[in-house]
């Protein structure tokens, strides 16, 4: 099956930093990457949708200036977090969203990354 | 607004018991409806899924069917196996490009050998 990968997988840095994190499709290309958080026992919330060449859509209530995303190619898009609070720590997961008829299962489908855990100290 | 509510683990079995996940949904319209499976240490993956009413999806052995008068997608399976330990995730989608995905807080199951 398809595969994204995600880097890295966990990253522990000070309050006031900032952090990116790489989100790869590595045997397809994927016009829309998808970026999600979660909270411990909490479900997935998409924050933004990415798109090669434009710029991502974000989610109401995510703050666009405080997660960048960038999407230069068809096989990379990457998350930072600009000057991140502990509030901020948390479970970041992408997903790349295949061709039609790429999924084993005939669906327009998205593969998941294996996620980044990030704390923020 | 749309949601998901699912069961809160964790589930713990012996192998080859039945298993059932429950899951409810929330929504307007026909929305699809998916199980994800996360394994220890990699990304979520597809495991099935029911786009209309009384459409059963099933892979692997496990089965769901879109239950409307319900608004419930339970996840069944006969005999787990060790194998199936893992993390699953009940979700809808409204667009049928799946752009976005609801899932709900996922439910962990362990099977002991």
């Known amino acids: 099956g398809a595969v994204v990968s995600q880097h890295p997988s966990r990253v522990i840095c000070k309050s006031g930093t900032s952090v990116k994190i790489e989100c790869r499709s590595l045997d397809f290309q994927a016009t829309t990457m998808f970026w999600y958080r979660q909270f411990p026992k909490q479900s997935l919330m998409l924050m933004a949708t990415?798109?090669?060449?434009?710029?991502?859509?974000?989610e109401q209530g995510v703050e666009k200036d405080k997660f960048l995303i960038n999407h230069a190619s068809l096989t990379l898009s990457t998350l930072t977090v600009t000057s991140a609070h502990p509030e901020d720590s948390s479970f970041y997961i992408c997903?790349?969203?295949?061709?039609?008829?790429?999924?084993?299962?005939?669906?327009?489908?998205?593969?998941f990354g294996p996620g980044t855990r990030l704390t923020v100290l | 607004g749309d949601s998901v509510t699912q069961m809160e683990g964790p589930v713990t079995l012996s192998e080859e018991a039945f298993l059932t996940i429950n899951c409810t949904y929330t929504?307007?319209?026909?929305?699809?409806l998916f199980w994800y499976v996360q394994y220890p240490g990699e990304g979520l993956q597809l495991l099935l899924k029911a786009t209309k009413a009384d459409d059963k999806g099933s892979n692997k052995g496990f089965e769901a069917t879109y239950r409307k008068e319900t608004t419930s997608f339970h996840l069944e399976k006969g005999s787990v196996q060790v194998s199936d330990s893992a993390v699953y995730f009940c979700a809808l989608s409204k667009d049928s490009s799946a752009s976005k995905i609801i899932f709900g807080s996922g439910t962990r199951l362990s099977i002991r050998p």
């Open positions: 990415s798109n090669e060449g434009s710029k991502a859509t974000y």
């Open positions: 997903s790349a969203r295949a061709l039609p008829g790429l999924g084993d299962l005939g669906y327009n489908e998205q593969f």
């Open positions: 929504a307007t319209g026909y929305p699809s």
